[in-house]
């Protein structure tokens, strides 16, 4: 929701740019200013650079802000992931893969965290992880499988890539 908004203002933005632009190209046509037909070109051929560097300004200031912002949440985030890992962990250990045991994962603590700290796709996941191993089991090949999912989507939260490589890795670990 927060990037349409920043779309549709940016977009009134260089909309009212755009309308400025105009009536000053307007302005210079007219003849009565005295200025000959080159100078009335260039100096509207400027202003539309002049706008759109403004323009191409602003937005890389917005862009440097919003890594300012992840690059202060990434020792969070990485510590929120490695714990929300080891609960799971723990919680793995306590049953045998042998048994079948439906368990209701109930780590409030860590949803808590997860929804002030986390992406969306992670939450989500999350959300899924616990509700296939509440319905399925624990050491189910859907519980493996979100659980894979889990971890690369928090790697692509922390600003890792997740390429062929790594996820043959991972399905790797949990095999």
């Not at 009565?32 to 002049?50: C, E, K, N, T, Y």
């Not at 862009?63 to 300012?68: A, F, M, V």
């Not at 859907?142 to 043959?168: N, P, T």
């Amino acid at each position: 929701m927060r990037s349409f908004i920043q779309m549709l203002l940016a977009l009134l933005t260089l909309t009212g740019m755009t309308w400025a632009v105009w009536q000053g190209y307007l302005l210079l046509r007219q003849e009565q200013l005295g200025l000959p037909d080159g100078m009335r070109s260039a100096v509207i051929v400027f202003a539309i650079l002049a706008i759109i560097c403004t323009f191409m300004i602003a937005n890389a200031i917005g862009n440097h802000s919003s890594r300012i912002f992840k690059g202060h949440q990434l020792p969070y985030r990485t510590a929120l992931y490695e714990k929300c890992l080891v609960e799971w962990q723990a919680v793995l250990d306590e049953f045998e893969e042998d048994q079948d045991v439906k368990v209701d994962l109930r780590l409030r603590e860590l949803e808590g965290r997860l929804a002030l700290q986390a992406s969306p796709k992670v939450i989500k996941l999350f959300r899924e992880m616990q509700r296939a191993a509440g319905a399925e089991g624990l050491h189910t090949a859907i519980s493996a499988d979100l659980m894979q999912r889990l971890i690369l989507a928090m790697r692509e939260d922390l600003g890792q890539e997740s390429d062929y490589f790594v996820r043959k890795e991972i399905q790797q670990l949990f095999k």
